[in-house]
């Protein structure tokens, strides 16, 4: 398991139990559509809240600005009613140009979940000012605004996970996705997730369109496993974290984008793909970062692009790192490195080329069809054969690749680990979320007779009932007799089926047990109850 997720393990935890402690201590409340409704109630929230937004449309006609103060103990949870259409949250077209929400003040242990923000005349989707901290935006659907997600003042452990983010830059503006910190690290934010989020199509006359950007100074970011395509800027830019640690990028898929990746400086780079795009990475100077420094790109699949990498690392660059990298761009350019400088070692390559295949930094890898499973259906899975496997330099291979499956020795070049799989065993590249199959269920049902009770004197047709339940879902109760026979079997709760006891009516004691099964094949038996079945009166 990687680290990080651990770390995402934890943080879950706490949210998961902090959530159940809210509903013992706070309201629940519940709203339904109308004007003016949502941003007001949501301001009048207070620690431990749950506030229930029911399924229709939400105008809102003033600036909101929501300030409100949960507790690690007792946090405020904004969620879309279970069972319902997702809740859109919107302006009418005759209101001021605003974003649609403002997180503002010093909020805290805030979670938005399930609702669907549409923006009017260019404002954005969700901006956040202030002194924040501990704010989650969970599974909402933000389209038609200029910034997706704005984060505009200094804050800290900001998740952001699976949101659905498309159609920005209305009217002309920036149109990030997420936009990340300030220009020139004039607020920096830190600690934060931004994982599994979709983010495609920046609009016709955005004048950026990036589909995350982190700014200059901000530091120990996690951007993983997010799905960005068609955008006009580049899919995921970082600048430079300073002296603090650096951001990590990994596990993302990009196609579509001016550039793929853009890192300058303090910048873990892995196990990434990018396809059809301007640039598979792009390595080269901007006038914010003072020095290119402490750049990791490694295990990255970049097929293609224009230009497979474009780096400009002078030699006053440090620590920068290029490796196990597969780089194909067929018909294109693989290499356009103009003369940089720095630790190359094991990446394949094929394409045009401004550096010369040595066979250590630089290899020819040979065509992408020989190399991948299905490169023109965006199949990059290491097929078998390839040269891309166990041609990795082990002192840069991750520790999980793209699927966040380990990698075992010998390690392979590029996003994926083959480890002698001839398909991918993971996620399909497509339009949506990036998804990551449940691990396997291994809990046994719970299953006890409640019918009849033991001891019982049985004759003719009596109901045999169970109650059974499971961490998944129970799919059978299968009941028996003397645990050898079965009676029959419920496939529904309430599990229970008629029995002639006539067949077996010997006036001896037996047992009746209940097999639970869930639908991994965990199977549990009952407790046995012993009943009496009479006699059979005869010729009556
Ligand atoms: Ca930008
Ligand atoms: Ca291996
Ligand atoms: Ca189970």
């Known amino acids: 398991m990687r680290k990080f997720e651990t770390v995402a393990a934890i943080v879950f935890l706490l949210v998961c139990c902090n959530e159940h402690a809210s509903l013992a201590q706070g309201r629940i409340l519940d709203i339904y559509p109308g004007v003016d409704v949502f941003g007001p109630t949501v301001q009048s929230l207070k620690a431990g809240d749950t506030l229930v937004v029911h399924q229709g449309i939400y105008n809102e006609t003033t600036r909101m600005s929501i300030q409100v103060q949960g507790s690690p103990a007792a946090p405020i949870t904004i969620t879309r009613a279970a069972g319902e259409s997702r809740p859109v949250i919107t302006r009418p077209s005759s209101a001021s140009i605003q974003n649609t929400i403002n997180i503002e ?223 194909y761009s067929p018909t294109k350019n693989a290499l356009n490195l103009h003369g940089s400088v720095g630790m190359f070692s094991a990446n394949y390559v094929d394409g045009k080329s401004d550096r010369a295949m040595d066979g250590v930094a630089f290899i020819a890898g040979g065509s992408s069809t020989a190399a991948f499973v299905d490169p023109g259906h965006s199949d990059f899975w290491p097929k078998f054969g390839s040269p891309l496997i166990a041609a990795a330099n082990e002192a840069y291979a991750p520790a999980t690749d793209f699927n966040a499956t380990p990698r075992f020795s010998p390690y392979d070049v590029g996003a994926y680990e083959n480890d002698g799989l001839a398909s991918n065993p993971g996620w399909r590249i497509a339009t949506g979320f990036k998804e990551f199959p449940s691990p396997p269920d291994t809990i046994p049902p719970t299953v006890a007779l409640t019918s009849p009770s033991a001891g019982s004197n049985v004759s003719g047709r009596i109901v045999v009932s169970a109650s059974a339940s499971d961490n998944v879902g129970v799919a059978k109760v299968e009941f028996r007799l003397d645990r050898a026979t079965t009676l029959g079997t419920a496939t529904s709760a309430p599990y229970s089926i008629t029995v002639n006891t006539s067949k077996f009516a010997d006036g001896r004691t037996h047992v009746l047990t209940a097999v639970a099964s869930d639908a991994a094949g965990n199977t549990t038996e009952s407790s046995p109850v012993s009943i009496t079945v009479s006699i059979a009166v005869k010729n009556r």
């Not at 505009?152 to 910190?181: K, L, P, Q, W």
């Not at 800027?233 to 990746?261: D, R, S």
């Not at 097929?303 to 002078?314: A, E, F, H, P, S």
Request: include cysteine.
């Open 105 to 327: 003040g010093s909020t805290t242990w805030l979670t938005l979940r399930g609702l669907e923000i549409v923006g009017t005349g260019g404002g954005d989707g969700v901006t956040m000012k202030g002194t924040l901290s501990n704010i989650t935006l969970d599974d909402l659907v933000i389209h038609d605004v200029d910034v997706g997600i704005n984060f505009r003042s200094s804050m800290n452990n900001i998740t952001v996970r699976r949101n659905h983010i498309y159609n920005t830059g209305a009217d002309g503006g920036t149109g990030e996705g997420m936009y990340v910190g300030c220009n020139y690290a004039t607020c920096i934010v830190q600690n934060s997730l931004i994982e599994q989020n979709w983010i495609h199509d920046s609009l016709p006359g955005t004048t950026q369109g990036d589909g995350i950007e982190v700014k200059v100074g901000s530091h120990s970011n996690i951007i993983r496993d997010n799905v960005i395509y068609n955008r006009a800027y580049p899919g995921i830019l970082v600048y430079g974290t300073g002296a603090n640690p650096v951001n990590i990028v990994e596990g993302n898929v990009i196609w579509n984008a001016l550039e793929g990746i853009y890192a300058v400086a303090d910048a873990v780079v892995r196990n990434n793909i990018v396809f059809n795009s301007g640039t598979g990475l792009s390595l080269y100077p901007h006038e914010q970062v003072a020095q290119m420094k402490n750049v990791t790109a490694v295990n990255n699949t970049l097929y293609k692009n224009n230009d497979g990498i474009l780096m400009r690392w002078d030699s006053f660059a440090v620590n920068m790192i290029l490796a196990n990298n597969a780089i």
